[in-house]
């Protein structure tokens, strides 16, 4: 299958390493809004122009969409899914029934396939809470995130006046993790679910009082979660936080049998040393499917919940029964 | 959905107790082939001798087929399959790619649908190890089952001249999770994944020494193992060993980015306080998925790889994506 990269950010550069690491898998060529010249790709792919991707309308089996949910994807998507199967990770939750809608449309005019929404989560676990909930009825599902680098978190803090830098840590709390696997299908607030670690450097001279607290009382990102505000030096930052890892937990227990009386946990869990990258491993599996399925022709939009697995696998059919079933 | 069962040991009886956990799904009939007039259901469904089957054609959408894969499942499944769209949980590893070809060739002879292998290994595990290995090309995955009562051993257990009874759990190795987890793609042998404790009750004046020689150097069940053996009364067996859990895990561990210096874990697990009764609730969601996929016109042998995620769920799709994704 040829692959095509529209947007080289971290996740760009994650795709371009997984599409290296599947032998069924070609990169034609990375797509960028910035100056192509600019762009070191870590392989010889070619890099072009965005504006030049009309051009390949013939050349990509499968375009996979690395931009920012916020702004790029509600616009980039559905205009690309027009002229390319495409695959993205939005993963702004409220706003997916939107999405979907303006990609299937486009997708369908175009008569093309679009998956929207891969990843982890949207994605893994999404398809984890699907197939719990359809295997246990009787039973309530906890997603946990962490110990993981919140992007979103981190910047809301770096636009505090005085501060220079920031990461910021999601930290699922271990005695409700606890009380989740127990089977106690405990009524968990937002505090009892998760607390935030924020590491902080501030410029110099800053009112670190004043920082500690803008932070902790910010409605929405902190107001809602224990908190803690750890000062640290710029260096420090870059030696000890460089990294983005995350994870997390998808937990139901349930219960069958006569007068429901027997007990079930599953869970599915996730430790990512690289964000960007298990992401990326995710979007490519799942072009996989794309190109299988738009090759039997179907067009339109899919989630994750549409794919039937075996067309995530490069390895022939015979053989996934025989030696994963 | 109208559902019918086919055998009515423990997988039937949870089975039986899982339809009434889905709304969508009716039970039309238990069939036997002992006397009818001997089962005592748990719910006022009716039963029939098996021999009746045939005159139930147009009154069952999907037959589940609660049969022991080492005798029952390798003759019925396929005749069945020519009458009814059909799921089992066949779970003989080796045998899958005949019983496949063979369910196959009878359902499409048959114009039906036939769904083998679901359950929880065959079944979900299969279906982790398949997502994770597809997610993460460069790793390896490892399957540990228990804390749980395997069957097969606790029966071979029984055969013991001298033996009036037994239990057998199998037991995840700690130290081989902790290292797999820790992503040492260790290379494991038998003895070092799991280990076996039996829980024996002799006849009065049976000879110990020669009961637990015998257990520990049985090739196969457990001359491989560091097996365990605790001679207990009949009492303490029927109190402390009645239940029949289960469970294990399926991790993968593998490595992204450049030179793969990046590493991921995948990890599912569960914790069952009743194997048959989890294995049925696979059983009926995965009815649910060939009742639909049947509707559609679909005929063959299927196995879980096939099938879309959406098709296992009740709700409506719309919903699944608005609250699930």
């Given at each position: 299958?040829?692959i095509?990269?529209y947007?080289?950010?971290?996740?760009?550069?994650?795709?371009?390493?997984?599409?290296?690491?599947?032998?069924?898998?070609?990169?034609?060529?990375?797509?960028?809004?910035?100056?192509?010249?600019?762009?070191?790709?870590?392989?010889?792919?070619?890099?072009?122009?965005?504006?030049?991707?009309?051009?390949?309308?013939?050349?990509?089996?499968?375009?996979?969409?690395?931009g920012?949910?916020?702004?790029?994807?509600?616009?980039?998507?559905?205009?690309?899914?027009?002229?390319?199967?495409?695959v993205?990770?939005?993963?702004?939750?409220a706003?997916?029934?939107?999405?979907?809608?303006?990609?299937?449309?486009?997708?369908?005019?175009?008569?093309?396939?679009?998956l929207?929404?891969?990843?982890?989560?949207?994605?893994?676990?999404?398809?984890?809470?699907?197939y719990?909930?359809?295997?246990?009825?009787?039973?309530?599902?906890?997603?946990?995130?962490?110990?993981?680098?919140?992007?979103?978190?981190?910047?809301?803090?770096?636009?505090?006046?005085?501060?220079?830098?920031?990461?910021?840590?999601?930290?699922?709390?271990?005695?409700?993790?606890?009380s989740?696997?127990?089977?106690?299908?405990?009524?968990?607030?937002?505090?009892?679910?998760?607390?935030?670690?924020?590491?902080?450097?501030?410029?110099?001279?800053?009112?670190?009082?004043?920082?500690?607290?803008?932070?902790?009382?910010?409605?929405?990102?902190?107001?809602?979660?224990?908190?803690?505000?750890?000062?640290?030096?710029?260096?420090?930052?870059?030696?000890?936080h460089?990294?983005?890892?995350?994870?997390?937990?998808?937990?139901?227990?349930?219960?069958?049998?006569?007068?429901?009386?027997?007990?079930?946990?599953?869970?599915?869990?996730?430790?990512?040393?690289?964000?960007?990258?298990?992401?990326?491993?995710v979007?490519?599996?799942?072009?996989?499917?794309?190109?299988?399925?738009?090759?039997?022709?179907?067009?339109?939009?899919?989630?994750?919940?549409?794919?039937?697995?075996?067309?995530?696998?490069?390895?022939?059919?015979?053989?996934?029964?025989?030696?994963?079933?």
């Open positions: 299958m040829r095509a990269i947007g080289y950010g971290n996740l760009g550069k994650g795709v371009e390493s997984a599409v290296q690491a599947a032998d069924d898998a070609e990169l034609v060529g990375i797509f960028t809004r910035r100056d192509p010249s600019a762009l070191r790709p870590a392989t010889d792919t070619p890099v072009y122009s965005a504006n030049e991707i009309e051009n390949f309308k013939d050349k990509i089996d499968v375009l996979i969409i690395c920012g949910s916020a702004t790029d994807l509600p616009k980039m998507t559905p205009s690309l899914a027009e002229m390319f199967s495409v993205d990770s939005f993963d702004t939750h706003e997916i029934p939107n999405h979907y809608r303006r990609v299937d449309e486009a997708a369908r005019k175009g008569g093309y396939l679009a929207i929404s891969a990843g982890w989560d949207p994605g893994m676990f999404s398809l984890n809470r699907l719990a909930a359809s295997i246990l009825p009787n039973g309530k599902d906890y997603t946990f995130w962490g110990r993981g680098v919140s992007q979103g978190h981190s910047d809301a803090i770096r636009r505090i006046e005085g501060v220079a830098d920031a990461r910021q840590y999601t930290v699922p709390v271990p005695e409700a993790l606890e989740v696997r127990n089977g106690e299908m405990p009524e968990l607030t937002t505090r009892e679910k998760h607390r935030r670690e924020c590491f902080v450097v501030a410029e110099e001279g800053a009112d670190l009082v004043r920082i500690e607290n803008e932070i902790k009382t910010m409605p929405n990102y902190f107001a809602d979660y224990d908190t803690t505000v750890t000062f640290i030096t710029q260096e420090e930052l870059d030696r000890e460089k990294g983005i890892p995350h994870g997390g937990f998808v937990i139901r227990t349930g219960t069958t049998g006569p007068e429901n009386r027997t007990r079930h946990t599953i869970e599915y869990s996730l430790k990512l040393d690289s964000n960007p990258e298990f992401t990326a491993s979007l490519v599996a799942f072009a996989r499917a794309v190109c299988r399925m738009a090759g039997r022709g179907e067009t339109g939009a899919r989630t994750v919940f549409d794919i039937a697995p075996i067309d995530l696998s490069p390895l022939p059919r015979e053989e996934v029964i025989k030696h994963m079933l």
